[in-house]
């Protein structure tokens, strides 16, 4: 569960979440050790899995990302 000023307050809507998420690969780990080390924002888990849902459902032509560093 998030432990950050943002965390969702209700434990119950934490779990649930997390419960959602896929497992963390070895890149993935890395990657956020070293956003955090480097205070560099990246996308939440649960945002990152919302994205997917999306783009899987709608099924785009292009995606452009912007601002998820």
Same mark, same amino acid.
């Given at each position: 569960?998030? #432990?950050?000023? #943002? ?10 979440l997390a419960s959602l998420e896929r497992p963390r690969?070895? /890149? /993935? ?23 997917? /849902?999306?783009?899987? /459902?709608?099924q785009p032509a292009l995606v452009v990302e912007l601002?998820?560093?």
């Amino acid at each position: 569960m998030k #432990d950050a000023a #943002d965390a969702i307050l209700r434990p119950e809507q934490a779990r649930y979440l997390a419960s959602l998420e896929r497992p963390r690969d070895e /890149l /993935l780990t890395r990657m956020e050790a070293y956003a955090a080390e480097h205070r560099q924002p990246i996308s939440d888990p649960e945002v990152a899995n919302f994205l997917s /849902l999306v783009a899987r /459902l709608r099924q785009p032509a292009l995606v452009v990302e912007l601002g998820t560093n």
